[in-house]
């Protein structure tokens, strides 16, 4: 598809334990972003790539959350040792730089730490 | 982290009323966006604003930049089944900026 994708959708996971989520921007988008939107709130920033390098990690909650981008595509967004807090939906978006502000977002991914 | 000021947080109207909701912050912004998500979905743009006094229309949604440049509205107009959503606004201190400050969102149902 032509849209953002990520993987997986759901992901179940018990305190402590380490997840890896991925999203897969839109070819050619050169701006990549994450955000995490607890139960009935808002989508809160965490990280923003612009090609492989990340000028702003000003949202990451903690040192257990990292991410990284490779060939300014696929993006992974890694928490250790996850806590219950960490419980839910991860969200990427990327965008094409030159064109307005307009962020086209994944579907999430749905954590929950028991 | 900052969230923007929304409400209402809820809404429960009848097929074809009118639909207004509102953002406020303590902070200047100069690009105002409203999102609409639906459940399972990442939001998607309805409206972006990007000059204090903007008022734009896109089909029965009508958004304004507050002259403050400290809020923003949405109304819908004669609203539909598919209206049906969680309607976020958010924010951004320019142009080309990275980061967008979500609102805690409106979710709008509509009564049969």
């Known amino acids: 598809g032509a849209g953002v994708s990520q993987s997986p959708s759901n992901k179940v996971t018990e305190k402590g334990k380490d997840v890896e989520l991925r999203c897969d921007p839109i070819s050619g988008h050169t701006a990549l972003y994450w955000y995490r939107q607890r139960l009935g709130q808002g989508l809160e920033f965490l990280i923003y790539f612009q090609g492989n390098s990340a000028p702003d990690k000003s949202g990451l909650p903690s040192d257990r959350f990292s991410a990284e981008r490779t060939g300014e595509s696929v993006s992974t967004l890694t928490i250790q040792r996850t806590q219950q807090e960490d419980s839910a939906v991860y969200l990427c978006?990327?965008?094409?730089?030159?064109?307005?502000?307009?962020?086209?977002f994944g579907p999430g991914t749905r954590l929950t730490v028991l | 982290g900052q969230q923007l000021n929304q409400s209402p947080q809820s809404m429960f109207i009848q097929e074809g009323e009118d639909v207004s909701m509102n953002c406020t912050s303590s902070?200047?912004?100069?690009?105002w966006l409203w999102y609409k998500q639906d459940p399972g979905e990442g939001p998607v743009l309805l409206i972006a604003?990007?000059?204090?006094?903007e008022l734009t229309s896109n089909g029965r949604l009508t958004a304004q930049f507050g002259i403050t440049r400290k809020d923003s509205f949405l109304n819908i107009s004669a609203s539909i089944p598919s209206d049906v959503g969680i309607y976020f606004c958010a924010a951004s201190f320019n142009f080309g900026n990275e980061k967008l400050t979500f609102g805690t969102g409106t979710r709008l149902t509509i009564i049969p």
């Open positions: 604003l990007y000059k204090a006094g």
């Open positions: 902070s200047i912004f100069n690009t």
């Open positions: 978006a990327s965008r094409l730089i030159g064109t307005g502000t307009e962020q086209f």
